[in-house]
């Protein structure tokens, strides 16, 4: 049976890859050339990402969309519902009127 060594990808005490270990840049001193690995690394993930996110972000953004354009378009339609309902009222009222007055001059 091999050893576990560091090219094996392996922990051979609980069968797990090696998670890489979270370092703060700030209190560590880093080589430029590590910097430059890390910014690299990062554009690579970011750069990886960016595709979903940005099909994420127009498909939130048209519905959102959708729905203020439904609820703009609902607010003219009961809008002009609630006009329409009044000129029947007022028409309804004429005619009461007249019919009432129909009837006193009678």
């Known amino acids: 049976m091999a050893?576990?060594?560091a090219g094996d990808p392996l922990d051979s005490?609980?069968?797990?890859?090696?998670?890489?270990?979270?370092i703060d840049p700030t209190r560590e001193k880093l080589t430029p050339e590590q910097?430059?690995?890390?910014?690299?690394?990062?554009?690579?993930?970011?750069?990886k990402v960016l595709?979903?996110?940005?099909?994420r972000?127009?498909?939130?953004?048209?519905?959102?969309g959708a729905l203020v354009l439904a609820i703009y378009g609902y607010t003219f339609y009961s809008i002009s519902?609630?006009?329409?309902?009044d000129e029947l009222e007022d028409e309804a009222k004429?005619?009461?009127?007249r019919a009432l007055?129909?009837?006193s001059g009678s």
């Open 81 to 85: 519902q609630e006009r329409f309902l």
């Open 101 to 103: 007055a129909r009837a």
């Open 57 to 64: 972000n127009i498909v939130t953004g048209l519905g959102i």
């Open 94 to 97: 004429a005619a009461r009127a």
């Open 3 to 5: 050893s576990s060594g």
């Open 13 to 22: 005490k609980r069968g797990e890859a090696p998670f890489a270990q979270r």
């Open 35 to 47: 910097l430059h690995s890390m910014r690299q690394a990062e554009l690579a993930q970011w750069q």
């Open 51 to 55: 595709p979903r996110r940005r099909t």
